[in-house]
């Protein structure tokens, strides 16, 4: 794993997050995409919202230590919902939230602690910045198009991922974390 602070693009912005598999994953992007033209972020959920860090590498190595503690889990998607206070439309998290506010809770200590901005609240988001009738709209065809996913609405966390910004605002991986005890960083 590299932290790269050597790339001329990235900025002190971390997160720790899981990419939805297959098929689930491909149709939250395609949905992303049809609620907000232009994303090209990957569904997922957080597990670490984006924070400034001291060191990446001191962070890298408290994930690495403490993952282990952690055995797979599964995660199952609910329903569409929207956050008030910030129009963010999201799928929310049943089966599964406890252990991720949980991993949450114990990950977000030490050399990841940050003063976060809002409480965690697990879910995968489908669009932000969207505004007024954009955002009813949005969760009424997030609704169509979540009624009609005839795949499996549930996945086995079994590994996350470190991430880094950039000064454009994408997401480049830094390195991946499996869980449990026999997991290791890759």
Same mark, same amino acid.
Do not use: M, N
């Given at each position: 794993m590299g932290c790269r602070p050597e790339a001329p693009d990235g900025i002190n912005c971390f997160a720790l997050?899981?990419?939805l598999p297959s098929p689930l994953g491909p149709f939250l992007n395609a949905l992303r995409q049809e609620l907000v033209?232009?994303?090209?972020l990957?569904?997922?959920v957080t597990v670490l919202p984006p924070?400034?860090?001291d060191s990446c590498s001191a962070g890298?190595?408290? @994930?690495?230590?403490?993952?282990?503690?952690?055995?797979?889990? @599964?995660?199952?998607l609910d329903s569409i919902e929207v956050f008030p !206070?910030?129009?963010?439309?999201?799928?929310?998290?049943g089966r599964g939230r406890e252990e991720l506010v949980r991993m949450h809770e114990s990950l977000a200590q030490h050399n990841l602690a940050f003063c976060e901005p809002f409480q965690f609240h697990p879910h995968?988001? %489908?669009a932000q910045g969207l505004l007024g009738d954009q955002v009813t709209e949005g969760v009424e065809l997030a609704r169509r198009r979540w009624a009609s996913f005839s795949g499996p609405r549930e996945f086995m966390l079994d590994s996350m991922t470190f991430v880094q910004n950039t000064v454009t605002s994408?997401?480049?991986? %830094?390195?991946? %974390?499996? @869980?449990? !005890?026999?997991? !290791? !960083?890759r």
């Open positions: 997050v899981t990419y033209p232009g994303c090209h990957r569904s997922h924070r400034k860090l890298w190595t408290q @994930l690495s230590q403490q993952t282990i503690d952690f055995e797979p889990f @599964l995660i199952e !206070a910030t129009s963010v439309i999201y799928v929310s998290i995968v988001t %489908l994408d997401w480049v991986d %830094l390195g991946e %974390l499996s @869980l449990g !005890a026999v997991g !290791a !960083a």
